[in-house]
């Protein structure tokens, strides 16, 4: 049997896969319109793009008890029968290419506690981790509901879109006004139309990224991928800004860390560390990061230049929910900033 790929993520600390061949895309969890007259593991729907889509709790379809939605939270969209669905889960890991042999599709109930296994296909056994892999068509139960709460929507979309604010009151009661902002912004940004899109030519996609309590801009269109450092070898006698190496997948990944060139302070990077894997012509780099936000469209009119010094890898700032989002020249770092990315030395 030929091999298939499947996304994996986390749902209460479990390791979950879903058939990558469903998946349109994925993005931070943005503010939600609830619907009071929806099952309890839809927690709203989102404008996409002039698309309404509903969200189901994979958590809650599982049967786990409700948990607050945090910031770092995502929603996978997928695609089934021509319906946009969105999935809730915890954390996005990795596509994994599992091979038939290491799945089981008979001894569930040991160990799945707690786990409703109605909705698992199989388990998957990869090195250390156990992956639940979870039957895309039964998950979407009742698919004329589904049809039937988009079209009610649709006729009262004027009215609802007044309602966000219950979002917060029953899936994000702690959410302080900062987090309730940035909810708010990812919402703008994913509702804003395809023409807009089109037709909006100086936008520019930048990956926003925290190293400490600053806020960074990352081009997106040099990232791979973000993910967490899983594994990590010490490489002697080499600089300081390079880390180690990391098996992402049978690649070999070089960790540069950039922090000093951009005369941040240092703290030390660990298996658990977050990172974002950047391509830079032919050089793959992966960066270490403390923190992963979301990806915002700012307007190429809106970065504003600095000058030449110790901002000198720096396109510019721009503003970023009342706070100043500084935009990194990736190019300029690896190109012209005397780093070695070299994993010989």
Same mark, same amino acid.
Request: charged share 20%; hydrophobic share 45%.
């Given at each position: 049997?030929?091999?298939?790929? !499947?996304?994996?993520?986390?749902?209460?600390?479990?390791? $979950?896969?879903?058939?990558?061949?469903?998946?349109?895309?994925?993005?931070?969890?943005?503010?939600?319109?609830?619907?009071?007259?929806?099952?309890?593991?839809?927690?709203?729907?989102?404008?996409?793009?002039?698309?309404?889509?509903?969200?189901?709790?994979?958590?809650?379809?599982?049967? !786990?008890?409700?948990?607050?939605?945090?910031? /770092?939270?995502?929603?996978?969209?997928?695609?089934?029968?021509?319906? =946009?669905?969105?999935?809730?889960?915890?954390?996005?890991? =990795?596509? &994994?290419?599992?091979?038939?042999?290491?799945?089981?599709?008979?001894?569930?109930?040991?160990?799945?506690?707690?786990?409703?296994?109605?909705?698992?296909?199989?388990?998957?056994?990869?090195? /250390?981790?156990?992956?639940?892999?979870?039957?895309?068509?039964? &998950?979407?139960?009742?698919?004329?509901?589904?049809?039937?709460? +988009?079209?009610?929507?649709?006729?009262?979309?004027?009215?609802?879109?007044?309602?966000? /604010?219950?979002? $917060?009151?029953? !899936?994000?009661?702690?959410?302080?006004?900062?987090?309730?902002?940035?909810?708010?912004?990812?919402?703008?940004?994913?509702?804003?139309?395809?023409?807009?899109?089109?037709?909006?030519?100086?936008?520019?996609?930048?990956?926003?990224?925290?190293?400490?309590?600053? !806020?960074?801009?990352?081009?997106?269109?040099?990232?791979?991928?973000?993910?967490?450092?899983?594994?990590?070898?010490?490489?002697?006698?080499?600089?300081?800004? +390079?880390?180690?190496?990391?098996?992402?997948?049978?690649?070999?990944?070089?960790?540069?860390?950039?922090?000093?060139?951009?005369?941040?302070?240092?703290?030390?990077?660990?298996?658990?560390?977050?990172?974002?894997?950047?391509?830079?012509?032919?050089?793959?780099?992966?960066?270490?990061?403390?923190?992963?936000?979301?990806?915002?469209?700012?307007? /190429?009119?809106?970065?504003?230049?600095?000058?030449?010094?110790?901002?000198?890898?720096?396109?510019?700032?721009?503003?970023?929910?009342?706070?100043?989002?500084?935009?990194?020249?990736?190019?300029?770092?690896?190109?012209?900033?005397?780093?070695?990315?070299?994993?010989?030395?």
């Amino acid at each position: 049997m030929k091999n298939k790929e !499947y996304l994996t993520f986390r749902i209460h600390n479990l390791l $979950y896969g879903i058939d990558a061949d469903v998946i349109q895309e994925m993005f931070p969890l943005p503010e939600l319109i609830p619907i009071t007259e929806a099952p309890s593991d839809i927690i709203g729907i989102l404008l996409l793009r002039e698309q309404i889509v509903p969200i189901v709790h994979i958590g809650v379809l599982l049967d !786990y008890p409700l948990k607050d939605c945090q910031l /770092s939270d995502y929603v996978i969209v997928v695609l089934w029968k021509g319906l =946009q669905i969105g999935l809730l889960v915890h954390e996005v890991n =990795q596509v &994994l290419e599992l091979d038939a042999t290491v799945i089981e599709q008979e001894t569930f109930f040991g160990l799945i506690n707690h786990v409703n296994a109605a909705f698992i296909a199989g388990i998957a056994k990869v090195k /250390s981790d156990t992956i639940l892999l979870l039957n895309f068509e039964k &998950l979407i139960r009742q698919p004329d509901a589904l049809v039937t709460l +988009i079209w009610d929507a649709e006729s009262q979309l004027d009215r609802i879109t007044a309602f966000t /604010s219950f979002f $917060y009151d029953l !899936y994000c009661p702690n959410a302080t006004s900062e987090e309730r902002a940035i909810f708010k912004q990812r919402a703008d940004n994913l509702r804003q139309s395809v023409q807009d899109l089109k037709f909006t030519t100086n936008l520019i996609p930048l990956a926003v990224i925290g190293f400490g309590k600053e !806020y960074f801009g990352f081009e997106l269109e040099l990232i791979q991928e973000f993910t967490d450092i899983r594994n990590l070898t010490p490489i002697p006698c080499c600089p300081k800004h +390079i880390i180690g190496n990391m098996n992402l997948r049978g690649e070999i990944i070089t960790l540069v860390d950039i922090r000093n060139i951009l005369n941040l302070s240092i703290t030390p990077v660990k298996v658990g560390s977050k990172a974002v894997v950047v391509q830079i012509d032919d050089i793959v780099a992966g960066l270490p990061v403390d923190q992963v936000f979301e990806v915002v469209y700012i307007n /190429s009119a809106e970065i504003i230049p600095l000058p030449t010094g110790n901002k000198q890898y720096l396109l510019g700032t721009a503003p970023f929910q009342e706070k100043t989002l500084s935009v990194i020249d990736l190019r300029k770092i690896f190109i012209n900033g005397e780093l070695e990315v070299n994993e010989e030395v």
